[in-house]
């Protein structure tokens, strides 16, 4: 393949064959429309042998199938960086023999990262080769049901070696930032220790989902607020010295699951009341307060692209401890018209 | 005066709780940014496409502004217009993204015509400023970069010191930062003298020296690849390190510059800064901290453990050449006599080879060649660590005497990354030991050259994080050096200005230099 390559291409400069990881992507037609493109430019920035693995169109039911391809991106400086692409496909009942077909492909001494961005269900063959990765990005967001995200999310307050990570945590970045700009920016950040309560708003859903519970449990640990007591949208806690409550509310007129808005009030209103809002495609946000003193100003809003995040995460190598800790109360937060996030 | 946007009535960011665990940096504070020489090269080729595209990645506060200052009469549209031919228009690389970030971009844009010496300006300046700073609704911080010749430095930095244009204090909010570009002085005590000046109007700590290479990626992993991977750091020292190399190898000539050039020459244009920062980088013991000052220390520690060089030291560890007529690149090229603005007798020194050694525990015994040039055949910028010969010649009753010493390769430019090279039996019945390379290379790693040296920079001077920026001391230290050979020079004539035909790699005496160590210059 790689003399082939070599032999075919146009212009000058040589191939370069590069990996620096093994990048296993289950996939379903739909994944694989939205991520295709993505998966390239993950590629080119963190060059990885790419194994796909898609399951459920092929009418055999025990057979494995494979196509191997060289992925090559232009070299700024001549020549061609590339790396291999293995699909493998199969009828419904070759889970079992995925994780095997797996194994024999990975290159070896290089780290493996299991990214499932799928909706639905994680099948058995997934759970199998998610044992031996480095890395699991899996998102939250596009999981089926509460009681699967809290499973997911117990798992990775559970997993102290920071293997398992929440693409949804990814998405939630840009909102974390602001958040603490907002803060910053206004130097009131000593003022946090007194917040009591927080307004989330959500409303319509995006491909890239900021799961409002895992943004109230980032906000709910950070603060060093404890035993979460989810009903119906509002979520009750005890902080230092008395009772704190975050509350998800539907933005008006917007329906699904992403940030729109949220507002930090303190016990006593005249110390804090701060409101952070970002306008879905809005380049920045705007952060208004209404005390201690009245003021109003923007902050950047730096959402990233998809691949950008995944790559990110690829490169992170450290336990995430505050992904951690945020995951432990995410399981407990309510959301509205439902009890805790596991109800739905 | 404040105006209304962020609250700036503490100097200090409290410890905030959200910012823990951030992956990225925090949202530089809102600002104007004063470009003294807004019509020159630099603002040009660097600072603006810097600055775009930080903007686009939105690592510029929104309202940030910046503010062009030049003696050329201009509009705010006409600058502009200027500014996006510069930017956009001539630079086919321009990515979609920063094409489609510039009308915003634009829109921080604002010009001032005047000249430097005349107070007028500055008292214009500082009621247009403060007319930016209220529409857009800036807190008052203000950078100003002076992208100028140093003959300009002088009277901006005098009427900087008048009141209203920086805080006394560095942590004062408002915040004042100045940027000042190379070459800091022309020896150690203009430097002291503009040192002193720039004191006049601001603290160290709103001090931003800018030598570009140290913000280039290649730089910064100097540090990453000896101190966070275990097989580096316990070889960095002389028991495993014969003989270290650093080349600056440029291929072009003084491209216009000839009026700066003919009176700086390679070693204040070259040695006193980049060669002596990658020196410092490469020969510092590992910092206490990872944070600017302990950084720095080190470095200034590095610099004063350099072994002092008298004139008779300069005569026989330096050596100092100019081109001649040549050809690079299979083009031909005139020697540096003949270049535009050169006098015909000059003796400027075009190329410089020199051998230091350190004074201190780790590095005894161990030279540090360093060398650069102009016309030489390509454009290179290197460190090279020679390692010592097993201590037991193995394959000696095999017929193999001498085989290529272990060189570990930093390439800062171009093709950053470095390498490692190593003997390998060649394949066959016989016994044969032949060099072979491993390469990392960050285009092939990471999928995408680094990003610019000015946009870390800029962002790091927005952040008032002063690592990658030069200390006053340090900057005095390296001048210690360069005045220590150029007075030599001066005083003895020793060694006598050499020649070399342009498109060669300098001059025989150079070869000689290391040739009488038993050891010879690496090909780049």
Known sequence: MWKAAASAREGGGGIYRAALSNLVTPIDPESHRRLANVLVEVTRRHPSRLILVEIGRDEEPRELRGEVAALCHLRPAGGYICSEQIVLRGGTGSGPLIPSAVRSLLVGNLPITLLDLRAGPTPEWVEEIAERADLRLADSGHLPSGADRRRFWTRIADDAEGRVRDFAWSCLAPWREVVADAFDAARLASALRDVREVSIEVGAEIPCAPVPSLFAGWIASRLGWSSPDGDRGETRYRAADGPAVIRVTRREGSTGRNLQRVRFRARDAQRLDLTVTHEPDASVAAVEVAAPAANRYEIPFAERDLASMIVAEMHRHQPNPILRDAARFAVAVSLPDEGGEGAR | ?524
């Open chain 2, 1 to 524: 005066m404040p105006a209304q946007g962020a609250d700036t009535d503490s100097p200090a960011l409290e410890p905030n709780p959200l910012r823990e665990g951030s992956l990225t940096l925090q949202t530089p504070e809102p600002c104007c940014i004063v470009v003294f020489g807004a019509t020159g090269d630099l603002t040009k080729r660097k600072l603006i496409p810097a600055l775009l595209r930080l903007s686009a990645q939105k690592c510029l506060h929104p309202r940030t502004a910046i503010v062009g200052v030049s003696r050329r009469e201009l509009t705010d549209e006409a600058f502009r217009e200027e500014l996006h031919a510069a930017t956009l228009d001539e630079k086919s690389s321009a990515a979609g993204a920063e094409a489609a970030e510039w009308p915003r971009f634009a829109e921080r844009l604002r010009y001032q015509t005047g000249s430097f010496e005349d107070p007028a300006l500055f008292d214009t300046l500082a009621q247009r400023l403060q007319a930016t700073e209220r529409e857009r609704g800036l807190p008052g911080n203000r950078i100003y970069y002076l992208a100028v010749p140093p003959a300009a430095f002088e009277p901006i930095l005098r009427h900087l010191a008048r009141p209203g244009f920086v805080p006394r204090h560095h942590a004062e909010a408002p915040w004042a930062r100045v940027v000042i570009e190379k070459p800091f002085g022309h020896d150690l005590e203009s430097a002291r003298e503009l040192n002193a000046l720039v004191h006049s109007a601001f603290d160290e700590r709103q001090v931003f020296r800018i030598d570009h290479y140290l913000g280039k990626e290649s730089v910064q992993n100097i540090l990453v690849l000896r101190l966070a991977n275990g097989i580096f750091e316990p070889l960095w020292n002389n028991r495993y390190v014969d003989h270290v190399q650093i080349t600056v190898a440029e291929s072009i000539g003084v491209e216009g510059r000839a009026g700066y050039y003919e009176h700086a020459g390679v070693s204040r244009d070259i040695l006193q800064n980049h060669l002596m920062q990658l020196l410092s980088l490469t020969a510092m013991e590992p910092p206490a901290r990872f944070e600017a000052e302990s950084i720095r220390d080190e470095k200034v520690k590095a610099l004063r453990a350099l072994a002092p060089l008298g004139p008779e030291d300069v005569a026989v560890r330096t050596v100092r050449a100019q081109y001649g007529p040549g050809a690079i690149a299979g083009a031909s090229v005139p020697g540096y006599r003949e270049e535009t603005g050169v006098e015909p007798k000059s003796a400027t020194e075009t190329y410089l080879a020199l051998r230091l050694e350190l004074d201190n525990w780790r590095w005894a015994g161990v030279p540090f060649y360093l060398r650069s040039g102009k016309r030489l055949p390509k454009r290179a910028t290197e460190i090279d660590l020679v390692f010592r010969h097993p201590p037991y010649a193995l394959f000696r009753p095999a017929g193999i005497t001498s085989f290529d010493p272990n060189v570990l390769r930093l390439r800062i430019q171009p093709d950053e990354g470095c390498s490692i090279t190593f003997g390998s039996k060649t394949p066959g019945q016989a016994l044969h030991i032949d060099p072979v390379r491993m390469d990392f290379f960050y285009v092939t790693s990471f999928g995408a050259d680094p990003p610019e040296a000015y946009e870390r920079l800029l962002l790091d001077v927005n952040r008032g994080d002063t690592t990658l920026f030069a200390r006053r001391d340090e900057v005095e230290l390296a001048w210690e050096v360069v005045d220590s050979i150029t007075n030599a020079w001066g005083e003895r004539g020793e060694p006598p200005l050499a020649s070399y035909p342009a498109g060669r790699w300098g001059p025989r005496e150079a070869d000689a230099l290391i040739q009488r160590d038993g050891r010879s210059w690496l090909r780049l």
